[in-house]
């Protein structure tokens, strides 16, 4: 099994020692930390191109197709993010924008994740709610994230943190041996159909998107999804599209 851990602070301090850990909990798991602090991350210009265009259009030449491929090549990936001012750091969001063009064209579906968020004071549940938010939109399904205060540095501290990260790493390692189908929710499906209408009626200037929607369907992947979910998918994007349509004039 591959796991690759996506760590978002600028030094190797708490978020660091606790992927560590559970890197030591299974020797028999090819798990691979890749500190963003040590990777080439372009800040990105917000041209838009990669998501018009397609991601081979970036000015950037950096690290981010190393990082994308090294999560392809996983069976599950960790995106931990220590707290900063309540959200994730300034290396994370980096590294959402790069690759925020995976959320208009998702590949990573039938691919486990897990959020852990260290923290020192407050906001670790928004850390938490920003990645599980973000990512499931590339395609990730989620297991329950991890929130651990590590203010005190105490020995029961370091051992509650300890039982809490390794029982969210468990249920992430039982998500990826259950090989179970994944059927979305109405919110996955509501991004779907708004995401498929901006294809279409922007097909000249964004043709990567329209290229990546044109034979879908109803969803990303071949999946039965319940009639009535299918019409309040359809309903609640319908009233968004429209809105944005309006908008645009």
Not at 101 to 119: D, Y
């Amino acid at each position: 099994m591959k796991l690759a851990a996506i760590c978002g602070s600028p030094h190797k301090g708490n978020t660091f020692e606790i992927l560590g850990m559970l890197a030591q909990a299974h020797p028999e798991v090819d798990f691979k930390i890749l500190m963003l602090s040590e990777l080439d991350l372009k800040d990105c210009f917000g041209c838009y191109s990669c998501i018009d265009n397609g991601e081979e259009s970036c000015p950037h030449q950096d690290d981010r197709d190393v990082i994308i491929e090294a999560m392809e090549a996983a069976d599950g990936v960790i995106f931990a993010s220590p707290t900063y001012a309540r959200t994730v750091s300034a290396l994370m969001k980096k590294f959402v924008e790069r690759t925020s063009f995976l959320a208009h064209r998702p590949i990573f579906f039938g691919k486990s994740a897990m959020a852990l968020a260290p923290c020192a004071g407050f906001g670790a549940d928004l850390t938490c709610k920003y990645l599980t938010e973000h990512f499931t939109q590339y395609g990730f399904n989620f297991v329950p994230s991890v929130e651990l205060m590590v203010a005190r540095k105490t020995k029961n501290e370091t051992d509650h943190n300890r039982s809490l990260a390794l029982a969210a790493y468990e249920k992430l390692m039982g998500a990826i041996r259950s090989n179970e189908i994944i059927y979305p929710s109405l919110n996955q499906l509501v991004y779907f159909n708004i995401f498929k209408s901006i294809s279409e009626w922007n097909k000249l200037k964004g043709w990567a998107d329209h290229e990546f929607y044109h034979d879908k369907q109803d969803f990303y992947y071949d999946v039965k999804i319940p009639f009535w979910k299918k019409k309040m998918a359809k309903w609640i994007s319908g009233r968004t599209i429209k809105k944005m349509k309006t908008e645009s004039r």
